[in-house]
């Protein structure tokens, strides 16, 4: 297991387009982030799953984006009509819970996604 | 609400000087705090959490509740510590997602 894996890696797409982006979390891990990250800022808290069910949805998660874990297992995100300031990296993260330790969260590589 | 502050965007220092990275938190239950750096050209990764209490390359952090604070901070910086540093704010029941600050660029030179 080389950690969390997302793909793709980048995308350019124009305003208007949908992108579906996919993220296979660590193998077990059934905690299941999604975070975006602009220019200067931290990450900032999209989604969260546990197993199959979306139990957290952050604000800045509007209507045209959408995030499924079918069978608690991989993740897609997915945002219909991108919009320049949809430009952002996004990173998923899984954890799992440890007796006695608390959920540390492994973060994939990130999609780099471009509006133009 | 909760809140991550880490009021410098840049750190420069020479090899073998001491660095102190600032982090403040705002948060009204009790706080579990961490570390995440991120090398060029890798992912975010942990650095360091306050509830382990240890040393990671040399880091360490202390959770100062009385100044809202969890400073990192090493004596003797080297050039591979170059690289984005994030302090985070675990908010604790349903999701325990993680609130990042605006994160901080070290640089140590030669």
């Known amino acids: 297991d080389t950690g969390v894996s997302q793909d793709p890696r980048h995308k350019i797409t124009k305003r208007g387009q949908n992108v579906t982006f996919r993220c296979d979390p660590i193998s077990e891990h059934n905690r299941l982030y999604w975070y975006r990250q602009t220019l200067g800022q931290g990450p900032e808290f999209l989604t969260y799953?546990?197993?199959?069910?979306?139990?957290?949805k952050s604000r800045l998660l509007s209507d045209r984006f959408s995030a499924e874990r079918p069978k608690g297992s991989f993740s897609t995100l997915e945002i219909q009509r991108t919009e320049q300031g949809d430009s952002a990296m996004y990173l998923c993260a899984s954890s799992h819970p440890a007796r006695g330790l608390t959920y540390e969260q492994y973060f994939g590589p990130g999609t780099r996604l471009t509006v133009t | 609400a909760q809140r991550v502050t880490q009021p410098e965007k840049l750190l420069s220092v020479f090899k073998g000087a001491p660095v102190e990275l600032k982090c403040n938190y705002s948060y009204s239950g009790s706080p579990e705090l961490f570390w995440y750096v991120q090398y060029s050209r890798q992912r975010l990764q942990l650095l360091l959490r306050h509830i382990s209490r240890e040393s990671i390359k040399g880091f360490t952090a202390d959770l100062n509740k009385g100044e809202t604070s969890f400073h990192l901070k090493k004596p003797f910086a080297q050039e591979e510590d170059s690289a984005m540093y994030y302090c985070?704010?675990?908010?604790?029941?349903?999701?325990?997602?993680?609130?990042f600050g605006k994160g901080m660029k070290l640089t140590v030179n030669p």
């Open positions: 985070a704010l675990r908010v604790q029941g349903g999701s325990e997602k993680l609130v």
């Open positions: 799953f546990q197993n199959e069910a979306q139990l957290e």
